[in-house]
């Protein structure tokens, strides 16, 4: 009798022990599998060029934007958009065609691209003055210009800058040429617009003044 109760409780033990080991493997499945989930998701996130460049900026509807009397960033009739403004209201095909991805990371794209095969001029949208001329491994060289009528346009990807931080610029004047990086690489020769209103992101191509473009 006393060995019959002994090889009971030590089969009761071996399952208990055997269930136990399984409750602790499928735990460990489970963190796992959840914590690669986060990690594809963290890989996968929307993130915006000034996100990139710890410089982040809201975004602003067109109505609530003040007018202005800006030029496109170009005059070579051969530019055009290679890729376009982010919209988180246009349609799903738009939104596509509006993605950067780099590096795992999928990019809103928080300005226009104009591209051309050829090397174009770089001209200031309006009269004022240079705020910053800066070298970036992921943009390029950027040049940020602030106008009288609250807008801050930048200028990214691109060489040969041909003005410095505190030069007063006029409309139309040249300040750099088309160039490459490594963010928009696909793009080849191009140039990354972007545009601001009382420090909130606008559409470029909703707030040209002479809106004909490709």
Known sequence: MIKRSARYYLLSGIVVAIIGVTLLI????TTTLRENT????????????????????PTIKQDE???GNVIRPYTDETVQIGKTYYDSKAEETNQESS????????????????????????I?????????????????????IEHNNNLISVYQSVKSA??????????????A???TNSISSDLGNH???????????????????NNQGN
């Open 99 to 122: 993605i950067i991805y780099y590096k795992d990371t999928y990019i809103q794209n928080t300005g226009v691209d104009y591209t051309s095969k050829n090397i174009f001029d770089v």
């Open 65 to 67: 934007v003040a007018s």
């Open 124 to 144: 200031a949208i309006a009269d004022g003055k240079v705020i910053s001329v800066t070298e970036d491994d992921i943009v390029g060289t950027t040049i940020k």
């Open 38 to 57: 986060n990690k594809e998701e963290d890989n996968l996130r929307y993130v915006s060029y000034e996100i990139l460049t710890d410089n982040v900026m």
């Open 162 to 175: 041909e003005v410095k931080e505190n030069d007063q610029v006029t409309q139309g004047q040249i300040i």
């Open 177 to 179: 040429k088309s160039g």
């Open 191 to 209: 140039l990354h617009f972007e545009l601001y209103n009382q420090n909130i992101l606008v559409n470029p191509e909703d707030f040209f003044t």
């Open 26 to 29: 499928s735990y460990a499945i």
